[in-house]
């Protein structure tokens, strides 16, 4: 909260480090105002002026804003400022998946943290009865090598074969 993060996704033409340092700059008091932003701006490239519009997004926690500058005196046009609504959509749910995902990875590491340090033996057994995952506790349990065991049908390990069948109905 309070964090304030500038993109450069596309301009007409490649920026220097001072360029792009002027630029973000020149952006940054519009991204952090609160209101919808439409105003003429000091052009980082020459003595010119930009229009700029600022288009705010968000989903629930992922709130952003897209940022669009013409050197066209007439810009935002009611054209320009339905694309870049669509524009903002668009870039909100590339946010919204990106923070999923990033949230999923987290998530898978910590269930597989868990699951390998876990002082009980464990193992994942797919549909078709196959092990695709197995801890050092269960190999150390069973006594057997993580390629002795990994990607076998878990009925090979098990005495009663009608219970693992009954199992693996289920």
């Given at each position: ?25 020149l ?60 524009g ?40 078709d ?42």
């Amino acid at each position: 909260v309070g964090k304030v993060s500038i993109e450069v996704v596309r301009l007409d033409r490649k920026l220097d480090p001072p360029q792009e340092a002027c630029a973000l700059e020149l952006v940054r008091p519009l991204v952090e105002k609160g209101d919808r932003s439409e105003v003429s701006i000091a052009s980082p490239f020459d003595a010119g002026t930009l229009r700029a519009v600022v288009v705010r997004f968000g989903i629930g926690n992922d709130k952003g804003a897209l940022v669009a500058c013409s050197r066209d005196g007439s810009f935002p046009t009611e054209q320009d400022r339905l694309l870049l609504g669509v524009g903002a959509n668009h870039t909100a749910i590339v946010v919204q998946r990106r923070s999923a995902e990033a949230e999923l990875r987290r998530s898978e590491e910590e269930l597989a943290e868990f699951f390998e340090n876990a002082s009980v033996g464990l193992h994942w057994v797919g549909a078709d009865g196959t092990i695709l995952r197995v801890n050092q506790a269960e190999l150390d349990l069973l006594g057997y090598s993580r390629e002795e065991y990994l990607g076998h049908p878990i009925a090979e390990f098990h005495v009663d074969p009608p219970v693992i069948d009954h199992m693996l109905a289920r």
